[in-house]
């Protein structure tokens, strides 16, 4: 077991970097390499299945990156963008939730409202993932602009995902299961808002003695396996309330700051970030040519599936766009926070995976060619982003 | 699925640090804390089994602690002890086996030959990933009897393998399969001895221009991915011809020599083992706390148990104090050397699974309690090696 997950590791680290190499060559960012690298390892007839161990390992990459990138900003600093990144947030829920329910309404009548609903659903949350890998590649990751696009991703995944519970909750009592009503869904939409203050309040409050604690442990790489942790429980803790793990993840980046991990630089210990890094650039990798190789590149062949598909990235660019506009602030560049906000990736991807999966009147909730013309919206927006988010910010546009 | 591992994750990494703190203030190792974390948390008995995905990642930081042992040291440094370290290897095999074979004999007269071989075989492999932890933590990795130790530990690992191999091929022939006969061991023996000359030989001539050429990639992280890759890939290969895959991260770690990197460092990525060392420091914990939860306390409480454990433990003791005695030259400490072999860790517990599965005559190769008896022996010389190595590394034996 372990010698076959070690292949993949081999082939799919080198994959990365050489992909990367090609990408950078070509003045585009190495991350839509790795994507690539993965779309064409997916595709390649002779290539079984990756083990679902590879999964797990990408998923911690991401978990981690998304620690790495709340690490690098402070509780403080979030609350001073906060409001802007709610109403950037909560505009790029709201418009591609309703224009994704308009296009299917339109282009299948035949289906029901909650069909309609779960469309424009599967559109609401950006991958915060590549938008965070970009802005970190590009060493902007501390620009008002991309706390704002960092901010808003982690809020509308919140968002995203709550409508997603409420939706199949809807889909559940429609089919005979427990009535949800409004009771259920405001239920659902308070334990993540509880979490996310709960975490950021608590944890303001005890991370410092947490911290100063862990540094009387007397062993060795203890701020490393505290912190590591402290990102793995809050996770869970996100997982447990129906959030993502990574919004936990990022929360507990935010919570560490520097200040607190003190007494163990003063005893020798390396900063938190110095340590995470090269366990982000072992795992991250993985994570974007894991999520590549989902690409199936025979759904492109299928005109109808192309029609819809480009009806839905419209729909998908265009509501992400319009939310940028709400951005305010002086040093804030709206179009890249409405591009930051674009890209969809696996929280679209399992969205679509749950609509699969269920019924409304004994009509999948997201049929075959939904499906794909969704996993074409991921591929165009994902694939866009980092090269006009590199333009946006690179200087001549600074 | 990767919220469940996340919540072990932040549990095994804290349970880790806090009896690591217990084992160090009673001036103990930090490995025996974390074994004896692993022993609590596995028998309480509302804890549940943990996810696969968590001994994969055990199983990686134990490839990646082998890689990172083999990155300190160098293949012309471990040719200089190689024929020492082959002859405590050899030595460190036929005794335990002998000693083992004839203990099984005195005390199972019912069982036939094969059965005695194999109790003897499950006696033979060293489990360097205690000994090499615990001389690492003592910063003693560069001494010739550290590289006397490592070098005899992986060399007996291979001759371990050989002989599990070649009494299961006698096992299956015994039982009508096909007649696997000296030939069939021949082989086995001789793609172990190629794979490890291959490797060393190959990899010495390729390494320096592998890495020359890696460093022409544009992107970033690309020190750390190669190294990873040449890792994980040896590792598949030894695995691929029969030995376990640590044996190939150890190799791959020795044929990756400081020089080779000066390209990478030279363009501002840091030294390999600076990057290993915490990812070493994530995983190497979740190795030895699931370690820990393998071992089964209630398997204490048999009587005939106990008797065949306290056989077999004294034998595998003496089997490896014994092939010390040939370790020759002025610097080395002969009987460090034979605590630092001492240690039976997952090899032996793998091996008596196997043998849990195989029957010869109808009887199984390994019954219940033997299996206990080994689980017993691989407790005891497992915990007894870390304090043991280090009162006879500190100062005042120096």
Chains 1, 2 share one sequence.
């Not at 793995?232 to 936990?248: K, R, S």
Request: glycine content about 12%.
């Amino acid at each position: 077991m372990i010698a076959l997950v070690a292949l993949w590791l081999a082939g799919v680290l080198l994959a990365a970097k050489i992909a990367g190499d090609i990408a950078v060559r070509l003045r585009q960012p190495p991350v839509l390499g790795e994507l690539l690298a993965g779309v064409i390892i997916g595709n390649l007839p002779f290539i079984p299945a990756p083990p679902q161990s590879l999964t797990l390992l990408a998923e911690l990459g991401v978990l981690l990156l998304l620690f790495e990138v709340g690490l690098s900003s402070t509780v403080a600093e979030m609350m001073r963008v906060g409001a802007t990144a709610l109403l950037v947030a909560t505009l790029g829920v709201v418009a591609p939730f309703a224009l994704g329910y308009g296009a299917s309404a339109a282009l299948l009548p035949a289906l029901t409202p909650l069909h309609h609903a779960f469309v424009g659903a599967t559109l609401t949350a950006t991958s915060v993932g590549i938008t965070a890998r970009v802005l970190h590649d590009l060493g902007v990751s501390r620009t008002p602009t991309a706390r704002i696009i960092l901010g808003a991703a982690v809020i509308d995944d919140i968002l995203g995902l709550t409508v997603l519970a409420s939706i199949v909750a809807l889909v559940e009592s429609s089919n005979g299961g427990e009535p949800a009503g409004y009771g259920g869904i405001a239920i659902i939409c308070a334990k993540a808002a509880l979490f996310l203050i709960g975490a950021l309040a608590v944890g303001t409050a005890i991370a410092p003695h947490l911290m100063r604690g862990a540094a009387r442990l007397k062993s060795s790489s203890v701020l490393l396996a505290v912190g590591l942790s402290f990102c793995f429980f809050l996770a869970w803790g996100a997982n447990a309330v129906g959030l993502a793990p990574i919004v936990g993840a990022y929360a507990a980046g935010l919570l560490l700051e520097k200040p607190h991990a003190s007494a163990f630089i003063a005893r020798g210990e390396k900063p938190l970030d110095d340590l995470i890094a090269p366990i982000v650039s072992f795992l991250v990798p993985i994570f974007f040519v894991t999520m590549g190789m989902h690409v199936s590149l025979r759904s492109l062949t299928d005109p109808n599936v192309v029609a819809l598909a480009v009806v839905l990235t419209a729909v998908g660019v265009v509501g992400k766009l319009v939310c940028g506009l709400v951005a305010g602030g002086r040093a804030t560049d709206r179009l890249a926070v409405g591009i930051g906000m674009m890209p969809r990736g696996e929280v679209g991807l399992i969205f679509a995976n749950v609509g699969l999966g269920l019924t409304v009147g004994g009509v999948p909730l997201v049929s075959e060619s939904t499906y794909s013309a969704i996993v074409i919206v991921v591929i165009v927006t994902t694939f866009a982003t980092p090269p006009l988010l590199k333009k946006r910010f690179s200087p001549r546009n600074a």
